[in-house]
C-alpha cells in the first residue's frame, strides 16, 4: 500500500515543483525514484539532508528510494548554482566517499530488509567508466539541441556578463550526463521519477526529455525549495564551515548547538522538513512555542529529533550535559564526564592561561590561580574580595581562600574551570 507522497511534501513545505501527473502517477501503486548526491566528500553536510528525507519520506510512503552516487558526474563538476569550477577527483578517492556515504544514508534508509522497496545505492561511475566518447555523442548528444541546453538556467547564468570565467565544455555537457543516468535508471530498474533541489530542474527535465525521446517512455520530476534561513545567512553554514554529519568533521555537541540555536521562524520551518514528527504533533508544538517562546520548545525538539537521528540517542545526552554546563545547573562530575574536544567547543573563546603542572605538586592557592599566576582577575586584592563575596567556583563548585587547587581538579588531566559569578569563565590549562 502506498500512502500519498506528493501531499506529504506539500505540508511539510517540502515541494516547490512537481511535474503535471507525478502525483496520480505515485499513487498508481509502487514505484522508483532517485536523489543523486555529489562524493566530493566522505561525509553528507545538512545541505544534503533536503534530499535524503524526501528519499526516507518516499519509501515511507511504500515506493522504492535509490540513492545515486555521482561518481562520474562528480569528476565533472554541476555548474548549477556554482560561480567557478571545481577540482575533479580521483576513482579511489570516489570509491572511498562511497563507501562512506553509504554508512550516514544506512541511518536513513532501509537498505538491509527484504522489503520489495528496501532502498538502493548505485553509483553511475558503474555505467559511464565504459561509455566512449564517441559513442556518448552519437547515441546521446544528438537527441538534445544546444538551443534546448542554453535555455537551461544554471547554463544562462554562467555564460552571462557577471560570470568571468565562462563555462568549459566539461561542464557544459553536465545536464546530457546526468539525464542519461535518469534515462539509464528508468531502462534498468523501471525507476520514473528523479528527485532534487530547485536549482536541479533543468538537468532533471533533460532527463525526462531522453526518456521520451530515446527510452519512448515518460519520466517524472519534483523538486524542492533551496532552504534559506530567515535572517538572510547561508543554511548549513557556521564560522567554521560546512554543518557535517560526521561526528570527527562537526562534533554532535556542535551540531546539537546549530539547531538549538535556530530562529523561531527557521524552527517553525526546519521542524516540518528535518524530522518525521506527525502533523497534527507539529501543530501542538508550534502552540506550545507560540504560548511560550522563551521556552525555545520547537528549537529543543528539533534538535533532540535531528540529533537522534544523525548521531545517537547518548550522543544526544552528551550534547544536551555539555550545553547545560554552560547555561543550567551542573556539577564538577558533570565538567570531568566532557571529552577534551568538547570541554574545548564548550569554551570555545574563554580567556586562557598556561600553567605548570609542578604547580600541582604542593596545591596551587586560590590567589595564584585568579590573578597572580593567570592575570583572570586583574589584583590580589580583587581576588580576595570576591573569595570572601562567596562568588568564585572551582570546576562548578563555590571555594573560600584557603583552596588548594591539586591534580583532583583535573579535567582530562588537564584543564580546571574558574568561574567569577554567573558568567565570567576562565580555563586553567595545565602543561
Known sequence: ????????????????DAMP??????????????????????????????GVMMLRHFQLAGHKPYALIGGATGMIGDPSGKSSERNLLDEATLRHNQQA????????????????????????YDWMKDFSFLDFIRDVGKHITVNYMMSKDSVKKRLSAEAKEGMSFTEFTYQLVQGYDFLHLYKTYNCTLQMGGSD??????????????????????????????????????????????????????????????????????YIKIFTFISKSEIEELIQQHSEAPHLRILQKRLA??????????????????????????STSQDLKKLNEKTFLEVFDGVPQAEVSKEELENGLDMIGALAAK????????????????NSISVNKEKVKEDYLITTADLINEKFVLLQKGKKNYFVLVFN
Open 1 to 16: 500500500m502506498t500512502s500519498n507522497f506528493v501531499k506529504e511534501l506539500e505540508w511539510r513545505g517540502m515541494l516547490h
Open 374 to 389: 593567570t592575570g583572570f582577575l586583574v589584583s590580589n586584592g580583587e581576588a580576595r574580595r570576591e573569595l570572601k563575596q
Open 304 to 329: 533532540d529529533e535531528i540529533t537522534v537521528m544523525v548521531h545517537s540517542q547518548e550522543d544526544l545526552e552528551n550534547a544536551v550535559q555539555a550545553s547545560n554546563i554552560l547555561f543550567g545547573k
Open 101 to 124: 556515504l553509504k554508512e550516514q544514508l544506512s541511518r536513513f534508509l532501509d537498505f538491509e530488509s527484504d522489503k520489495e522497496n528496501a532502498a538502493v545505492l548505485v553509483n553511475n
Open 200 to 269: 536541479q530542474w533543468g538537468n532533471i527535465t533533460t532527463g525526462t526529455e531522453l526518456i521520451r525521446r530515446i527510452g519512448g517512455g515518460k519520466g517524472y520530476a519534483i523538486t524542492c525549495p533551496l532552504i534559506t534561513k530567515a535572517d538572510g545567512t547561508k543554511f548549513g553554514k557556521t564560522e567554521s564551515g560546512n554543518v557535517w554529519l560526521d561526528a570527527e568533521r562537526t562534533s554532535p555537541y556542535k551540531f546539537y548547538q546549530y539547531w538549538l540555536n535556530t530562529s523561531d521562524d527557521d524552527a517553525e520551518k
Open 21 to 50: 501527473g507525478t502525483e496520480e502517477h505515485l499513487m498508481e501503486g509502487m514505484q522508483s525514484s532517485y536523489v543523486g548526491i555529489d562524493p566530493t566528500a566522505d561525509s553528507l553536510h545538512i545541505g544534503h539532508l533536503v
